[in-house]
């Protein structure tokens, strides 16, 4: 295990998370995490894809996230780790919408910023959203990104022009892991 959470634990990427990409990956969570994106994606493609992300292993990382009781439910890492800048670009999805606000991706967010920042030794990381999506929105501010860029009308989501928001948190403005779950009062469920 690589991290040990309140409501999720993160682990590595195996089998069990792969046979659950080709559903995931068609269903409603690609609209946001794609920024207006609609996918249809088959096994082979999967299949092809996977062959050809081996290939850019130094600048990815990727975690499971997985519930205390072991569901897999999606997956959160760094996307873009450019070592010599020390930055990290973050990525998470949980597959399966029923598990969306419940407070598992912020857990798992603050499990990946502080392996980013304890671990990693980076001094910066970041994401970018559409405007759209309020469940990130009040995630950046629940953990204290700082919203630090709009690219104006930069995507097309449901018929629709919006912006892409750019977050960042720098390594000086975290307080650690375990202040943040304190003060979000994250809880374990029963
Ligand atoms: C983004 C994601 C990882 C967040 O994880 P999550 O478990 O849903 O997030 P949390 O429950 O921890 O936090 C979401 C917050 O948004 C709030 N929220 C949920 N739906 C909302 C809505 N429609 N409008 C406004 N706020 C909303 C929640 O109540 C919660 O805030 P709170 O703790 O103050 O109540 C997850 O929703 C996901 O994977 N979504 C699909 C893919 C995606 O958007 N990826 C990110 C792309 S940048």
Redo the contacts with the bound molecule.
């Keep these: 295990m690589f991290g040990s959470g309140v409501l999720v634990d993160l682990v590595p990427y195996g089998q069990r998370f792969l046979d659950l990409e080709h559903e995931w990956l068609n269903g409603e969570?690609v609209f946001?995490?794609a920024v207006g994106g609609r996918w249809f994606v088959t096994r082979a493609g999967l299949e092809m894809d996977r062959r050809e992300q081996q290939d850019d292993t130094d600048e990815r990382i990727r975690f499971g996230v997985q519930t205390k009781d072991g569901t897999p439910i999606?997956l959160i890492g760094i996307n873009w780790l450019a070592a010599h800048h020390r930055t990290g670009l973050l990525?998470?999805?949980?597959g399966d919408p029923a598990?969306?606000?419940?407070?598992?991706?912020?857990?798992?967010?603050l499990l990946i910023v502080d392996y980013a920042f304890v671990w990693l030794d980076l001094r910066r990381v970041w994401?970018?959203?559409m405007s759209l999506?309020?469940?990130?929105m009040?995630?950046m501010e629940?953990v204290g990104f700082r919203l630090e860029g709009c690219r104006r009308q930069a995507t097309w989501a449901d018929g629709a022009w919006h912006d892409i928001l750019v977050y960042a948190l720098d390594r000086d403005d975290w307080p650690g892991r375990e202040a943040l779950v304190a003060r979000?009062g994250l809880a374990a469920q029963n």
């Design positions: 969570g946001w995490w999606g990525t998470a999805f949980i598990y969306w606000g419940g407070g598992y991706g912020t857990d798992a967010l994401l970018m959203t999506n309020a469940r990130v009040r995630q629940k979000l």
